[in-house]
């Protein structure tokens, strides 16, 4: 049975991060950095699990948060606010050992569910959510290729937003990005992230997570927020000001986005997860891109069914209405209150 500990120090977290970059099925979101940035960005309590061998070596690890709110309840998560998570193990008996403690946590804390966020089915006795797809891609070295790669209604809005004489850059600062960002999450009615979540995770990430801004005349009118990890890309905040559709900024940027990642070696674009019927969905489906199901297993603890905080919840289609009519400042504000319980 492997001896599992609760991450700690710096020497651990080397450890640690080196098993996800090794690990044939580690993904950015494993990453030790995340339990820095649950707990300064969002005041968030962590439980990063590992599974040692004999000899010291890591073996296996489990990021978990701890997300607690008086709006949406508690929840033991791997990983809040990411599109992957649960268990990473050299063998099953390792990754259940693991479980097997999240789950004990889980009890403990007397939370309304543990979540585990795999990209593939894990557990297949456990309840599973059904929400969200992944959209994944191989891109190749030659821009000529993966330009012709797009369908050919969505290349030609790449081509109008050359055309309109777009141009990008990368930022070293989160700032315009989350401008840019926080005015389209308002005007989907969502809620927006905090600018000290941004600042955090380009603190923690470094040159792993980069910001590329759409310029128009030299004024910014789209800008992404992406993670690098090993060979992929994956283009994670991203929004548009009010002159980026008839620009075709959005198509635009995520053009150079993919374009700037080929450059550099990478051979995976991650356009992340999606809503089934919505229009990011379709969007990334436009590029060529097709859905795979993602699998969200959940334990329910105090909870008697599965949750459903998704925005679709017709519960919350009020809420969303009124959301859409705030001014942009008076919504980035109040949204870092309410989407930090949101993971």
């Known amino acids: 049975m492997p001896k599992i500990h609760t991450l700690c120090?710096?020497?651990?977290?080397?450890?640690?991060?080196?098993?996800?970059?090794?690990?044939?099925?580690?993904?950015?979101?494993?990453?030790?950095?995340?339990?820095?940035?649950?707990?300064?960005?969002?005041g968030h309590r962590t439980h990063f699990l590992f599974a040692e061998a004999e000899d010291g070596s890591v073996i296996g690890v489990l990021p978990l948060g701890h997300l607690k709110s008086r709006l949406f309840g508690a929840q033991l998560v791997s990983t809040p606010f990411c599109v992957y998570g649960g268990s990473l193990a050299d063998s099953p008996e390792i990754a259940e050992a693991l479980d097997a403690e999240a789950r004990r946590l889980a009890a403990v804390l007397r939370v309304d569910y543990l979540e585990l966020r795999y990209r593939e089915p894990c557990h297949r006795d456990w309840p599973a959510k059904d929400l969200y797809v992944t959209f994944r891609k191989q891109i190749d070295p030659d821009e000529e290729t993966n330009l012709s790669a797009i369908p050919r209604k969505q290349r030609a809005m790449v081509r109008k937003g050359i055309a309109a004489g777009l141009v990008s850059r990368i930022d070293e600062e989160v700032d315009r990005v989350h401008r840019l960002y926080a005015e389209s999450v308002r005007n989907l009615g969502t809620p927006v992230f905090s600018h000290r979540y941004f600042r955090t995770l380009k603190e923690v990430f470094a040159e792993a997570c980069e910001c590329l801004v759409v310029e128009h005349d030299g004024r910014p009118v789209a800008g992404v927020l992406s993670f690098y990890f090993r060979d992929e890309v994956l283009p994670y905040y991203g929004g548009g000001g009010q002159a980026a559709r008839a620009l075709k900024a959005n198509d635009?940027?995520?053009?150079?986005?993919?374009?700037r990642a080929a450059e550099r070696g990478v051979r995976v674009f991650d356009f992340g997860r999606s809503k089934r019927d919505t229009g990011s969905y379709d969007f990334k489906r436009n590029w060529g891109f097709e859905p795979v199901?993602?699998?969200?297993?959940?334990?329910?603890c105090q909870a008697s069914t599965l949750?459903?905080?998704?925005?679709?919840?017709?519960?919350?289609?009020?809420?969303?209405?009124?959301?859409?009519?705030?001014?942009?400042?008076?919504?980035?504000?109040?949204?870092?209150?309410?989407s930090r319980s949101l993971g």
């Open 252 to 259: 635009f940027m995520y053009w150079e986005l993919m374009r």
């Open 9 to 42: 120090t710096t020497d651990e977290a080397a450890r640690w991060d080196a098993f996800v970059q090794a690990h044939p099925h580690g993904t950015f979101f494993h990453l030790s950095g995340w339990k820095k940035v649950l707990e300064q960005a969002f």
């Open 307 to 338: 949750p459903d905080l998704s925005p679709m919840n017709p519960k919350y289609r009020l809420l969303i209405g009124l959301w859409k009519r705030l001014p942009v400042p008076v919504s980035r504000l109040l949204g870092p209150f309410i």
């Open 293 to 300: 199901q993602l699998s969200y297993e959940v334990q329910l």
